[in-house]
């Protein structure tokens, strides 16, 4: 079987799998599946850029996805009333000052002499710094958190369309990449992993806690939909058109509406799903993506070529992380809120990994096909974990200690599912279901 052939028939497979849960279990579920495989395959498109062409082992992907969801905030939700005048310049002025601190000390720590005055004038800047910038923000902070702390509590966004905060939360981002980047790559692989980590965590500990931000644990909700192409569906159901139709296909109103709204993600997200698998697929081509690899191979034979690896380090880590802040950014406009408690790395590290090696690392559409499986199996196997152990259990009485173990450990099917098949996957193609050429 060719090479062509076959990685047709993995995706068929795949898109079969989506199919048939749209048969016999519900179309709504199906389609929920196919745009979480959409995103997953756009963020294991990110991870895949700084892993797969440049051996980067960034563990910090939920870092990214959350300052994507961020993004939605500060830009297409509308801003609270009076938050602005009642602390938030304030907020922004120690902000500055903040910064500022932390270049004057650089500014000393690179141009005074060392010694004891450099010593001392550093810590000096840093404390009076801190000490200015608590005695600015947090009057102020709290003054902005205190207005109306039931619905708002927090500054607001700028009530642009939704479409423009996928872009933007790319390059929050990116943004965030280029300052970690610029201290953690000059590090071994598995220090920049543990940094990655720590950073990530960091980003989400900032959201938990600074409710004048995005309301913290409390959650940002009614987020707008990007419209026309996502209508709503309580609109949809007065329509007399959009009735019409669904009468036509033999749905009733609520289900043809919920049905047309995810249709109509699905629709976005492939297309910014086919323009960054296209972008990727031309850079992995291209002189660069080419030199990248050879980075990746061997550092110390580019090096001696005369190429700059820091810097192309750089440049792929915020390339990658750039495409996780949109993918975070599309699934928080899918979600319709923002909820930072939902970040954990369980979800979108360790599964977007899986998703990279499964599917191929090193080759762009190994991991959409890997992101799409993967994604189908989290969903899938739990409840057919607790299929099976009710068939297995089928002939034990009621109220049997066993019966009661083995149905509620149905839930720990999705971790064992997971490693078992990164393990048969490991075995038998070592490389990925779609190996890099």
């Keep these: 079987m060719t090479e062509p052939v076959k990685n047709t028939l993995l995706f068929a497979v795949v898109g079969g799998l989506i199919l048939m849960t749209g048969f016999t279990q519900s179309w709504n579920a199906a389609i929920l599946i196919l745009n979480m495989g959409l995103i997953s395959a756009i963020m294991a498109i990110g991870v895949n850029l700084q892993w797969g062409f440049a051996g980067l082992f960034n563990v910090g992907v939920m870092g990214f996805v959350a300052l ?44 005074m002499p060392k010694g004891r005055l450099q010593t001392v004038s550093i810590i000096a800047i840093l404390i009076v710094g801190f000490f200015l910038y608590r005695a600015i923000f947090d009057p102020n902070a709290a003054a902005v958190e205190a207005i109306d702390p039931a619905i708002a509590g927090n500054l607001g966004g700028l009530n642009l369309p939704v479409l423009l905060a996928w872009p933007a939360g790319g390059l929050l981002a990116a943004g965030a990449a280029w300052l970690i980047g610029k201290t953690a790559l000059g590090l071994r692989s598995d220090y920049l992993a543990i940094a990655t980590l720590g950073i990530a965590e ?107 690896v820091t810097r192309r380090h750089l440049q792929i880590f915020v390339l990658g992380s750039a495409i996780c802040g949109i993918a975070g950014a599309m699934m928080t406009t899918l979600d319709g809120q923002l909820t930072p408690s939902a970040y954990q790395p369980l979800r979108f590290t360790f599964l977007v990994w899986v ?83």
Excluded: C
Excluded at 82 to 96: E, H, K, N
Excluded at 385 to 396: K, R, Y
Excluded at 404 to 429: N, Q
């Design 202 to 308: 960091i980003i989400i500990a900032i959201l938990k806690n600074e409710d004048w931000l995005a309301r913290g644990v409390k959650n940002v909700y009614g987020i707008p939909r990007p419209s026309p192409v996502v209508g709503y569906e309580v609109e949809l159901q007065k329509d007399p058109a959009f009735l019409a139709r669904a009468e036509w296909f033999g749905l009733d109103p609520v289900t043809a509406s919920t049905l047309s709204v995810k249709l109509g993600y699905s629709l976005l997200f492939l297309i910014v799903l086919l323009v960054l698998l296209w972008m990727a697929q031309m850079a992995l081509k291209s002189p660069w993506g080419r030199m990248m690899r050879a980075i990746r191979d061997n550092e110390v034979a580019a090096e001696a070529m005369g190429k700059d």
């Design 68 to 111: 994507g969801g961020l993004a939605v905030v500060l830009i297409s939700t509308p801003p609270t009333p009076g938050a602005w005048s009642s602390g938030g310049y304030g907020i922004v002025l120690a902000l500055l000052m903040g910064a500022a601190t932390v270049v004057a000390a650089v500014l000393v720590a690179t141009r």
């Design 355 to 437: 998703m990279v090696i499964v599917g191929g690392s090193g080759n762009n559409f190994g991991s959409v096909l890997g992101a799409f499986l993967i994604w189908f199996l989290w969903v899938q196997v739990e409840p057919i974990g607790l299929w099976l152990m009710s068939v297995i259990t089928a002939g034990l009485p009621d109220g049997s200690g066993l019966k009661d173990h083995l149905v509620g450990s149905a839930a720990h099917m999705r971790l064992l599912t997971m490693g078992v098949v990164l393990l048969i996957v490991l075995r038998f193609s070592p490389r990925g279901l779609i190996p890099e050429k």
